[in-house]
């Protein structure tokens, strides 16, 4: 494999060509961006309507409090597909041949693709926050701490479409990316406290929903958008003590693994 | 003059089959080639690797004399490829995806946008500029990836099957404007199926198939090659069709073809055609065979090709008949 290095500022330019492209794209195809905004909005209505009588966080903690930052959580693992999904798409067009025969760089495909994507989360976590206002969630600790909140949500999001990218190269088809990261992602955000407080699982899985990286962003969030009460005490988990940090390890985790994963498989999928 | 295309002894293996048996390519600087093969004969596999986006098992490939394995990013900033499939983002608009594509050779914003007007305009689709292109008809699509081949105007152009799938009008235009390309020196590379095509449009031609090169020439030279004139009989009853091969065997330099569905047989002669043709038709109404059409005719591409790959077929060391009848 011949590696023709480029530098990273013709990584940036290349990458943010391809961004332009796919924002162009949303633009384009607004139906993607109307799915894509609909279905938190869904999940925000469901889940204070239906469980919110149901599921009780505790110490008089209101649901819908507890419930936004799951759902934040969950909306940006699920956008993630939209990464791979995008990426399956391009591999089968006849596009990734005019990229590969011009002397771009060969990450900025993916580098674009990862970018473009962090603008559908930044409206998708918009169109949430204003949702979870209209049902009487409410930021308590200060600008600061709010943005602090969005941005570790946008940096884990980033994160994770280089994971559902690198599937999106492995996958044959948009149809299996779809649904292999349905498989993936639903046992990822409900066996988390995204939706139920951790006490409420058997202790057979409450260890994995300490650890997983769904719950502590879940618990960032709300420790930033101050939607806790100090009446419900924390688990003792390492992970569930110091959420952000342990968020902040799984964001830079992730990107080592994933991102050369990613421009190898790139290389690999698109010389068939 | 330097040769912009050297190709030497590539090979190809995919888990079961070969690609490309030891191909060797040779174009020098200003014509065109025109690689000839069926479908699955190594033709797309072999433009994959002088374009860099493939890499041979064997052998070696130096485009505008660098070497596709050692700096493919220094090929790539000579080549302009165009592929069977067009190349072109359906949700950008024609200006969109030319200017994408120039920005990505590192050009200016200024000037990927000034190249990619002009690219519009010299292929006929200024109207179509500002339209994404999926509301393109194949012919226009086809043309804004040609397009998208020339935005860096490299020296060297790699065209695979670019006419394929087009109705016959926009082949010809495309035609039109092939020609106008090389008439201004490009190198080009051209794969095809069509017989007429090559012989429309190449200096050379090299037959391919199964992966290797089985002719190489001019189209004359090839058209030679294959023997003189041919003559070809089609009888009202098909029962007859072995009558009538076989009074061609008489005079016939080289193989008998025999098409069933259409009634015909077709055999080149080596001289006198219009002398052995006599001789046939006195034969056959001697035997009585009824004929709906005679006719003398110069040897086609199509001839050369049924010809050339039909000796292959028999040589398969499967001795399994291939499916390479030319239905062009």
Redesign the interface.
């Known amino acids: 494999?011949?590696t023709?290095r480029?530098s990273p500022l013709?990584v940036a330019?290349?990458g943010w060509?391809?961004a332009?492209?796919n924002v162009?794209?949303i633009k384009?195809?607004p139906e993607i961006l109307v799915f894509v905004l609909l279905s938190p909005i869904m999940f925000v209505l469901l889940f204070a309507y239906v469980f919110g009588g149901a599921i009780d966080p505790g110490a008089g903690l209101d649901y819908k409090e507890f419930l936004i930052g799951g759902i934040f959580a969950q909306t940006v693992v699920f956008g993630a597909t939209f990464t791979g999904a995008g990426l399956a798409e391009d591999m089968q067009?006849?596009?990734?041949?005019?990229?590969?025969?011009?002397?771009?760089s060969r990450s900025?495909v993916l580098v674009g693709r990862t970018t473009s994507d962090i603008i559908y989360n930044v409206l998708s976590l918009a169109i949430m926050a204003l949702t979870g206002l209209l049902v009487g969630w409410r930021a308590r600790e200060g600008v600061l701490d709010t943005l602090a909140g969005f941005a570790l949500l946008l940096l884990f999001a980033y994160a994770v479409s280089w994971v559902m990218g690198y599937i999106g190269l492995v996958v044959p088809s948009v149809e299996v990316i779809n649904n292999a990261s349905f498989l993936v992602i639903m046992p990822l955000t409900f066996v988390s406290n995204a939706f139920v407080p951790t006490e409420d699982f058997n202790s057979v899985l409450r260890p994995f929903v300490e650890w997983n990286p769904v719950s502590a962003v879940t618990q960032a969030c709300r420790e930033l958008f101050g939607n806790t009460s100090a009446a419900v005490p924390l688990p003792d988990a390492w992970s569930m003590q110091n959420p952000v940090l342990y968020t902040l390890f799984w964001i830079v985790g992730i990107l080592i693994v994933f991102v050369p994963l990613s421009v190898r498989q790139y290389r690999i999928a698109?010389?068939r | 003059m330097a040769d912009m295309i050297r190709a030497t002894g590539l090979v190809k293996r995919y888990k079961n089959t070969t690609a490309l048996a030891g191909l060797d390519l040779v174009v020098p600087e200003g014509t065109v080639l025109g690689l000839l093969g069926p479908n699955g004969a190594g033709k797309t596999t072999a433009v994959r690797i002088l374009a860099t986006l493939l890499q041979p098992d064997e052998g070696t490939a130096e485009v505008a004399g660098i070497d596709v394995l050692a700096d493919p990013m220094g090929v790539r900033a000579r080549i302009g490829l165009s592929g069977q499939y067009a190349a072109v983002d359906e949700h950008l608009t024609g200006f969109e995806n030319l200017e994408m594509v120039g920005r990505l050779y590192g050009m200016s914003r200024q000037k990927a946008s000034v190249r990619a007007r002009d690219l519009l305009e010299r292929f006929d689709l200024t109207d179509a500029a500002d339209r994404p292109s999926k509301t393109y008809s194949g012919g226009m699509r086809r043309r804004l990836d040609l397009a998208g081949a020339l935005v860096a105007e490299p020296p060297v152009l790699i065209l695979d099957e670019p006419t394929t799938g087009l109705d016959p009008r926009s082949r010809q235009q495309m035609w039109t404007v092939i020609r106008e390309l090389v008439s201004d020196g490009t190198t080009l590379l051209l794969t095809t199926q069509y017989l007429e095509e090559a012989d429309l449009l190449a200096d050379d031609i090299v037959v391919i198939d199964h992966g290797q090169a089985i002719a190489r020439g001019t189209a004359d030279e090839l058209k030679s090659q294959t023997g003189g004139e041919r003559i070809e009989v089609v009888v009202a009853d098909v029962e007859r069709l072995d009558d009538a091969a076989r009074a061609l065997t008489a005079v016939a330099h080289g193989e008998v073809q025999r098409d069933p569905a259409r009634r015909s047989v077709t055999a080149a002669v080596e001289d006198d055609g219009a002398g052995r043709l006599m001789q046939v038709l006195q034969a056959l109404r001697a035997d009585g065979v009824e004929l709906l059409d005679v006719g003398l005719r110069r040897p086609t591409l199509d001839d050369v090709f049924l010809t050339l790959t039909g000796r292959a077929a028999e040589n398969d060391a499967t001795g399994t008949p291939t499916e390479k009848e030319v239905s062009a």
Not at chain 1, 93 to 104: A, H, N, T, V
Request: hydrophobic letters at 35%; proline letters at 3%; aromatic letters at 4%.
């Open positions: 494999m011949s023709t480029t013709r330019t290349d060509v391809v332009k492209r162009i794209k384009r195809v067009k006849g596009i990734i041949d005019r990229f590969r025969s011009l002397p771009m900025a698109s010389s």
